[in-house]
């Protein structure tokens, strides 16, 4: 069974940091595209921030250059460090696993991705 769950969420003010993790159990993290997703209230989940096998990453435009996306392969862990945290970044992230193949340039549409976290709750207060 894969088993992904996610940290570090929070409530910060405005322009503060945060890092989210999520733990991998039942599957290997270097062999597939990862990537976190958020849902605001009354909106649409949307991709955030995605990484492939190969380290390379994808943002949506919306928090290109405030956030990274990482990974410690040897941990089995993904990373989300978010910097200059605005109001409008309030939502719950998840994490996403992917489970067919790969992607030169990573996906932010949650159909490739196959496995889900239960979410944690980012709440920015202005």
């Known amino acids: 069974e894969v088993q992904l769950v996610e940290s570090g969420g929070g409530s910060v003010q405005a322009g503060g940091s945060l890092r989210l993790s999520c733990a991998v159990r039942?599957?290997?993290?270097?062999?597939?595209?990862m990537g976190w997703f958020r849902q605001a209230p009354g909106k649409e989940r949307e991709g955030v921030a995605v990484i492939n096998s190969l380290s390379r990453t994808n943002y949506a435009d919306s928090v290109k250059g405030r956030f990274t996306i990482s990974k410690d392969n040897a941990k089995n862990t993904l990373y989300l460090q978010m910097n200059g945290l605005k109001p409008e970044d309030t939502a719950l992230y998840y994490c996403?696993?992917?489970?067919?193949?790969?992607?030169?340039?990573?996906?932010?549409?949650?159909?490739?991705?196959?496995?889900w976290g239960q979410g944690t709750q980012v709440t920015i207060s202005s």
């Open positions: 039942g599957y290997t993290i270097s062999s597939f595209s």
């Open positions: 996403a696993a992917a489970k067919y193949g790969d992607i030169w340039v990573p996906s932010l549409a949650e159909i490739s991705y196959n496995y």
